[in-house]
């Protein structure tokens, strides 16, 4: 038997939950059994402890959208016992049992093996939302970024922290948007050199275009902030979208993609190819400052998990929650 946060539903739909023992025959099917290490609390994850948003097909449910460990056992060539991986995506802890939990059973293709210099408390310190926010840097790269600061939006929560940090280490000037000022000293600190307050972005205006100051940008906002960006890029610059912390609407014209040739790119970290996924984690493991890393975490165990899933629904959560599940 080992412990895990389970999610359970009673016969009039309400969910609760709780930290439970469970036994491993009440694991999925999978090739690889892993004891997990660390686990992280990411938007989704926030959705998925309450009544799951349509993301949880099936009660009882074990949540946790990615996960860090060692393998305890393969019938997997590609994996060893003792091997360290690292999980994301896949809808691991959404339709299928994740990360809250001391061992978890997933397909050997879900994993990614641990790069070297990373410890399983460092991969989860990125978790999903570091890891999107370097797929999201990557793909800004591909697509050129200009001169100018980058704008990050969001910047104080998961995604926002992990991009700011990654692109100030890699000499670009970095604009942190926020809706909470008392976070600016904690922004500086990740590399922020310039800090804007979320209302000088949110204000809607009817200006299709304005002046062109952003060298790139990720959005971890979406709704009316994202396409105000879109008027605010330099020719030729693009977004990495990324979430919608603040709507699903976007309320823009299509003038910034005609007159200015913006790009406005897709940011999807669930489907990525292996290769890809391996790719970014290398560069996580290159590009991510450690001791930056370090100053984003708070710690969490399984049982705050319920609280903190609450939180994070509000944004509330300040950079990376790291759950230690063994402790
Ligand atoms: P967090 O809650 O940690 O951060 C979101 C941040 O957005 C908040 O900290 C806050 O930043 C800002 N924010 C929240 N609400 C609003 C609002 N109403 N208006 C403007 N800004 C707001 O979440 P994550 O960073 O983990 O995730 C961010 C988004 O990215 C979510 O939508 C998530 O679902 C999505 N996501 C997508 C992935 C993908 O594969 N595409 C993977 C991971 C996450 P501040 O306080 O600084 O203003």
Excluded at 282 to 305: C, F, G, H, N, S
Aim: aromatic share 4%; proline share 5%.
């Amino acid at each position: 038997m080992f412990k895990a946060l389970l999610v359970e539903k009673d016969d009039e739909g309400k969910t609760s939950a709780s930290v439970t023992e469970i036994s491993e025959d009440q694991l999925p099917e999978g090739d690889v059994t892993v004891a997990v290490e660390y686990s992280t609390v990411n938007y989704k994850d926030g959705l998925c402890i309450g009544p799951g948003g349509g993301l949880v097909r099936n009660y009882p449910h074990v949540p946790g959208i990615d996960f860090a460990g060692t393998v305890e056992s393969s019938s997997d060539d590609r994996y060893k016992p003792g091997d360290k991986v690292v999980l994301t995506g896949w809808r691991v802890g959404e339709n299928r049992w994740g990360g809250y939990a001391q061992k978890a059973r997933v397909k050997a293709d879900m994993l990614v093996p641990l790069p070297e210099g990373l410890t399983t408390r460092q991969a989860m310190a990125v978790g999903t939302a570091g890891f999107t926010a370097m797929l999201a840097v990557m793909a800004l790269e591909d697509h050129g970024i200009k001169d100018g600061p980058v704008l990050v939006t969001g910047a104080a929560g998961g995604v926002g922290s992990v991009a700011t940090a990654i692109l100030a280490n890699l000499g670009h000037q970095v604009a942190g948007v926020t809706g909470r000022p008392e976070t600016a000293d904690y922004l500086r600190e990740l590399g922020a050199t310039q800090i804007v307050a979320r209302e000088e972005i949110n204000e809607t205006t009817k200006r299709p275009l304005e002046t062109e100051t952003w060298g790139g940008c990720v959005d971890a906002v979406g709704g009316a902030m994202l396409a105000r960006v879109l008027g605010q890029l330099q020719y030729g610059a693009s977004v990495a979208a990324v979430g919608l912390a603040g709507g699903a609407n976007l309320p823009a014209t299509v003038v910034p993609f005609l007159l200015r040739g913006v790009n406005l790119l897709g940011i999807d970290s669930v489907m990525q190819p292996y290769d890809n996924r391996l790719r970014a984690w290398q560069r996580i493991a290159k590009d991510l400052p450690m001791d930056k890393l370090e100053a984003m975490v708070r710690p969490a165990t399984l049982a705050d998990l319920p609280q903190l899933g609450a939180d994070i629904l509000k944004g509330q959560v300040q950079g990376r929650v790291v759950v230690d599940v063994n402790a």
